[in-house]
C-alpha cells in the first residue's frame, strides 16, 4: 500500500521560504511522477510542480515559476518542494501526489495522495 505523509508546513512571512517534504511507503518514489498541489480556502485544488521517475520537471504553474522548485531523494524516499519568494496568493493546504509518468498534469493523472500540510503566508 503506497502512502504518502505530507510535513514542513507552517506559517511564514511574505518574501520567506519553506521547504516542504514528502515521504513516501509503499514504493519507491522514483518508479513514480510525483507532483505537489495546493488548494486555497474556497477555491479548486490545482496542480503546482511534478517531475517525472526521471527527475525531469514536467510541469511548473506559471505563478511559482522562478520560486519553486522540486526534488528528490531516492536514499530517503522523499521528494521536496522549496518554496522562496512567498507571497499570501501561497497559502493554502499543499499536497503531495503520486502516479504513473504519463499521467495527465492534473489531479486525475495521480493515483496516491498525501493528507496535506497547511501553509500560511502573512503579508
Known amino acids: 500500500q503506497v502512502q504518502l505523509v505530507e510535513s514542513g508546513g507552517g506559517l511564514v512571512q511574505a518574501g520567506g521560504s519553506l521547504r516542504l517534504s514528502c515521504t513516501v511507503s509503499?514504493?519507491?518514489?522514483?518508479?513514480?511522477?510525483m507532483g505537489w498541489f495546493r488548494q486555497a480556502p474556497g477555491r479548486e485544488r490545482e496542480p503546482v510542480i511534478a517531475?517525472?521517475?526521471?527527475?525531469?520537471?514536467?510541469y511548473v504553474a506559471d505563478s511559482v515559476r522562478g520560486r519553486f522548485t522540486i526534488s528528490r531523494d531516492n536514499a530517503k524516499n522523499q521528494v521536496y518542494l522549496q518554496m522562496y519568494g512567498l507571497k499570501p496568493d501561497d497559502t493554502g493546504v499543499y499536497y503531495c501526489?503520486?502516479?504513473?509518468?504519463?499521467?495527465?498534469?492534473?489531479?486525475?493523472?495521480?493515483?496516491?495522495w498525501g493528507q496535506g500540510t497547511p501553509v500560511t503566508v502573512s503579508s
Open positions: 501526489a503520486g502516479g504513473p509518468n504519463d499521467g495527465s498534469h492534473s489531479a486525475g493523472g495521480y493515483h496516491y
Open positions: 509503499g514504493r519507491t518514489a522514483n518508479t513514480l511522477r
Open positions: 517531475m517525472s521517475a526521471n527527475n525531469g520537471v514536467t
